[in-house]
C-alpha cells in the first residue's frame, strides 16, 4: 500500500506546531466489498470519514523508519460521492517522544484492487482554522506543544488551495503493534467548584495563569445545583451559576489515573475563552497547572452555546480536570477523558490469597497498562517518553501478566533506530535529546536477551545485532589498563543510575544541604564507577547469550573472557576491606559513596565471591546505615540478589513490597509512583509522577519470586 500516494502538505512558512487539513472526494459503487484507508503522516494525523471520525493515531516512528495505519472504513462510506477530510499535524521539533522529519501526509483509500483517492498534487488543503498554529506553551519539555482552539474560527474556516508535493519515504512499514483502543468516556464526578478571579496579568501562560487565578469554593447549592448531582456525563447537564468573580469554575474526579483524549461538552450563553488544567493530584481542591514551568494545560475558544470538543492529537493523562468558564453561567455534560488503550489479555491469571498483595497487583496492573501506548512509557501524565532501564522492568512485567511481546518488539526495534554515531543510543525513542544515559543503554542489551529467552526470536536478533555490536563496543573501547571500563567524561553523557544521592549524576549543590553523601564530581576522569561496571558486566552476560543464539561464537567467547577481566579487575578496585563492601567509586588512591543499588549490581552480575556473598546480602537486607537506601526504580536489582538466595529473603522481600506499594494505597494511590514520595519529590520540582511504569515491579515479584518459586498464596488459574 501507499505506493501511489504521494506525501503532501499545505504551504506555509511556519514550521512548528502546524495543522493542516486535506480532503479528497471518493466514490464506492459496490457496497459488498470493504473500503481500506491507509495512512501515515509526521508526526500526527486526524481523520473523518463523511464527517464521522476515525479512530487512529500515528505511531512513534522515525524519518528513516515511517510506519503507515491501515483502517476498514467500510461503516462510515456510502454507496456514491464521500468525503475523506485528513488533518495532518507537524510538531516540528524534536523532544523526547518525536525525532523531528519533514513534515507531511501521504494516504490512500482502497476497494478490493480499486484505488478510490490518494493524497496528490491535486489534493486540496488549508491551514487548520481552530487550531492555533505556531508557538505556544509547551506541556513540557519532553511532551513539547500543548493546543490553543478556537470554536469560533472552525466555524469559519479558511479557504481550500492546492497543497505542495514533498520527497517521499524509501520505504514504509506496517505498525508493528496493534493499534490503540479508544474507549468510552469515563465516568467523571464533580469534586469542586464556585467562582473565580482573573489574576492581574493576562499574557501568562496558560497553566501559569490558571494557577495565578484566585478561586472561591462554593456549596453545589450556592452554584445552583445539586449535591447529589455531580456526575458527568449527564444528559440534562450539570449547571453552574452565581453572581460573584470573573467566572465559575469546576473540578471533577476521574476516579482513578487515567489516559486518553480530552473530551469536553458543554454551552456557554456567549463567546468565552476556556482555560483547561490536568493533572495527577490536587492541592488545595485545584489542580497544580504549572509545576517548575511545566504547563499542565490548555485553551479552548467557545463559541455561544453548545460546545462539543475532543483533542485527538496527543494523549493527555491525570485523574483530575479543572476548567475555568469566564461566565456567569455554565451548563455542563461532559469533562474527562476517552481512554486510549493498548489492546491487552489478562493472560497470567494471578491469584494472591493475601488481600493487600492482590490489591498491589490489581493497582500494578492498571499502572502498568497506563504506560503501554505505541511503546512503553516512562509515565503518562508528564513524559510518555521510551527509557531502557524503565522499559525493562515494564517489558518483564508485561510477559507475565498479559503474554505481550509485539509492543516489546516494536520498542527494541525503536532503539536500535536511535543508536548515534558513538555507539551510544538516544535517551529515548523515537527522539533526539541532547544527553544519554550509559547504564540505560547497557540496560537495552539486557532487555534484548530477555526478549530472545522470552520469544525465542533469533531473527530480530540477528535483525538489530549489529546495533549490539557497536554499542558492546563503545564501552570495551573505555577499558583502563586496570581492567575495568571508565566512566563517561563526555557532555553529552549523563552518569545517571538511580534518584538518589550521588548517583543521578548530578552535583551535590542539587540536592538538600542535609545531605551527607560523599560525591564525584562528573568531570573528573580519574573516578572510575562500579554502577557502570556492573552494568556491563551484566551486559556482556546479555550480549555472548545472543551472540551464540545467532551462531556469532568468536563474539560470544571475547565476551565471556572480557566479563571475567572486568569481574576480577572490580573485586580488586572497588571492594573496601575496612567496610566490607563495594564502593560505587574509586580513584585518587581512595574509594568514596557506598549504597545499595551498588551492592546489589555486583550479586546481580555474578561479581561477588561465593565467600563474600551471604555477609553482603544479609547487609542489603538488613540495611546498613552507611549505604544509600534504593529508590523505586532499582529495587528490581535489590530483590533479585536477594532471592538469589532462594527462600532466605523471601519474607522480608514480600514483606517490603507490602510495605512499600501499601504505603502508597494507604496514601490513595489509583496507580504507583515514581518514587516514593510521589509529587512531592523535590527532584522534578514537585512534579513526581504519580504513574510510572517501573513501579509494576510487584508482578515480576508475584510471579517470579511467588509463582515460579512455590510461595503458598501465589498461584495461576489459566
Known amino acids: 500500500m501507499l505506493e501511489k500516494a504521494q506525501k503532501i502538505w499545505i504551504d506555509t512558512p511556519l514550521v512548528l506546531n502546524v495543522y493542516a487539513d486535506f480532503v479528497e472526494p471518493f466514490t464506492v459503487t459496490d457496497p459488498a466489498q470493504p473500503v481500506i484507508l491507509a495512512i501515515s503522516a509526521d508526526s500526527h494525523y486526524a481523520v473523518t470519514v463523511n464527517g464521522e471520525a476515525v479512530n487512529g493515531n500515528q505511531f512513534a516512528d522515525f524519518p528513516d523508519y515511517k510506519v503507515y495505519d491501515t483502517y476498514d472504513i467500510t461503516s462510515l462510506v456510502r454507496v456514491g460521492k464521500n468525503e475523506l477530510l485528513v488533518t495532518g499535524y507537524c510538531q516540528g521539533e524534536s523532544s523526547l517522544v518525536y525525532r523531528a522529519g519533514e513534515a507531511g501526509v501521504l494516504f490512500e483509500v482502497w476497494q478490493g484492487d480499486t484505488l478510490l483517492c490518494y493524497s496528490n498534487d491535486n489534493t486540496q488543503c488549508r491551514l487548520q482554522a481552530g487550531y492555533r498554529s505556531g508557538e505556544i506553551e509547551r506541556i513540557t519539555n519532553q511532551l513539547s506543544f500543548s493546543f490553543r482552539y478556537d470554536a469560533v474560527a472552525a466555524d469559519a474556516p479558511l479557504p481550500w488551495k492546492r497543497c505542495v508535493v514533498r520527497d517521499g519515504y524509501p520505504a514504509l512499514y506496517p505498525r508493528p503493534c496493534a493499534p490503540l483502543r479508544l474507549e468510552d468516556r469515563v465516568p467523571t464526578t464533580i469534586v469542586a467548584q464556585g467562582v473565580f478571579y482573573k489574576p492581574q496579568h493576562s ?31 449527564s444528559t440534562e447537564g450539570i449547571t453552574l451559576k452565581n453572581d460573584g468573580g470573573d467566572g465559575v469554575f469546576v473540578v471533577v474526579d476521574l476516579q482513578k489515573e487515567t489516559a486518553g ?65 469566564p461566565s456567569k453561567t455554565a451548563t455542563v455534560y461532559y469533562i474527562g477523558l476517552q481512554p486510549t488503550v493498548y489492546p491487552l489479555t489478562d493472560r497470567g491469571g494471578l491469584v494472591c490469597d493475601d ?69 551510544q543510543l538516544e ?18 542489551v539486557i532487555e534484548c536477551a530477555e526478549y530472545l529467552a522470552q520469544t525465542g526470536d533469533v531473527a530480530f536478533m540477528q535483525e538489530i545485532y549489529h546495533v549490539l555490536e557497536r554499542l558492546i563496543r563503545a564501552f570495551a573501547v573505555k577499558q583502563t589498563a586496570s581492567g575495568v571500563i571508565a566512566g563517561f567524561t563526555e557532555p553529552e553523557s ?40 556492573a552494568y556491563f558486566v551484566m551486559a556482556l552476560q546479555a550480549y555472548e547469550t545472543i551472540s551464540r543464539a545467532i551462531g556469532c561464537d568468536d563474539n560470544a567467547q571475547n565476551a565471556a573472557a572480557l566479563q571475567q577481566t572486568i569481574t576480577k579487575a572490580s573485586e580488586r578496585i572497588f571492594w573496601d ?82 510495605k512499600r506499594w501499601g504505603n502508597m494505597l494507604n496514601a490513595g494511590a489509583t496507580s504507583f509512583w515514581e518514587t516514593f514520595d510521589g509529587a512531592s519529590e523535590f527532584t522534578f520540582g514537585g512534579a513526581g509522577s504519580l504513574c510510572h511504569g517501573w513501579a509494576a515491579l510487584p508482578i515480576y515479584v508475584y ?13 495461576v488459574k489459566i
Open 203 to 233: 499574557d501568562l501562560p496558560c497553566g501559569e495563569y490558571m494557577k495565578q487565578t484566585a478561586l472561591c469554593s462554593l456549596l453545589p447549592k450556592e452554584m445552583g445545583f445539586d449535591m447529589a448531582r455531580t456526575t458527568l456525563p
Open 261 to 325: 483524549l480530552l473530551d469536553i461538552e458543554f454551552t456557554v450563553p456567549q463567546e468565552a475563552e476556556i482555560y483547561i488544567g490536568f493533572g495527577e493530584h490536587l492541592e488545595q481542591l485545584r489542580v497544580m497547572t504549572a509545576v517548575d514551568g511545566r504547563q499542565f494545560a490548555a485553551v479552548y475558544r467557545a463559541k455561544a452555546g453548545h460546545n462539543r470538543f475532543t483533542h485527538r492529537f496527543k494523549r493527555l493523562a491525570g485523574r483530575y480536570l479543572q476548567i475555568h468558564f
Open 355 to 423: 488481600q493487600l498483595h492482590s490489591r498491589i497487583y490489581e493497582v500494578a496492573k492498571h499502572t502498568l497498562q497506563l504506560c503501554m501506548h505505541e511503546h512503553y512509557e516512562d509515565c503518562p501524565w508528564r513524559e510518555q517518553a521510551l527509557y531502557g532501564m524503565d522499559s525493562r522492568v515494564e517489558m518483564l512485567c508485561a510477559y507475565r501478566t498479559f503474554g505481550e511481546y509485539d509492543l516489546s518488539k516494536a520498542s527494541l526495534r525503536l532503539f536500535a533506530h536511535s543508536q548515534r554515531e558513538n555507539g
Open 427 to 444: 535517551l529515548c525513542a523515537p527522539a533526539w535529546a541532547p544527553i544519554y544515559i550509559p547504564s540505560f543503554n547497557l540496560c537495552y
Open 494 to 533: 549523563w552518569n545517571f543510575y538511580e534518584w538518589a544521592p550521588g548517583l543521578d549524576g548530578r552535583p551535590k549543590k542539587l540536592w538538600p544541604s542535609d545531605c551527607q553523601v560523599e560525591f564525584v564530581e562528573e568531570d573528573s576522569g580519574e573516578w572510575v564507577s562500579a554502577p557502570l561496571n
Open 577 to 658: 576491606a575496612d567496610k566490607q563492601c563495594y564502593a560505587s567509586y574509586y580513584g585518587n588512591g581512595e574509594h568514596r559513596h557506598y549504597a545499595e543499588l551498588t551492592q546489589a549490581l555486583f550479586l546481580c552480575a555474578d561479581m561477588v565471591p561465593c565467600e563474600k556473598q551471604q555477609a553482603l546480602r544479609r547487609q542489603l537486607c538488613e540495611g546498613n546505615e552507611s549505604w544509600v537506601p534504593m529508590t523505586m526504580g532499582s529495587l528490581f536489582h535489590k530483590y533479585a540478589a536477594l532471592m538469589q538466595d532462594g527462600e532466605t529473603y523471601a519474607d522480608a522481600v514480600f514483606d517490603d513490597v507490602a
Open 703 to 715: 510471579y517470579t519470586y511467588g509463582v515460579d518459586a512455590g510461595r503458598a498464596g501465589f498461584t
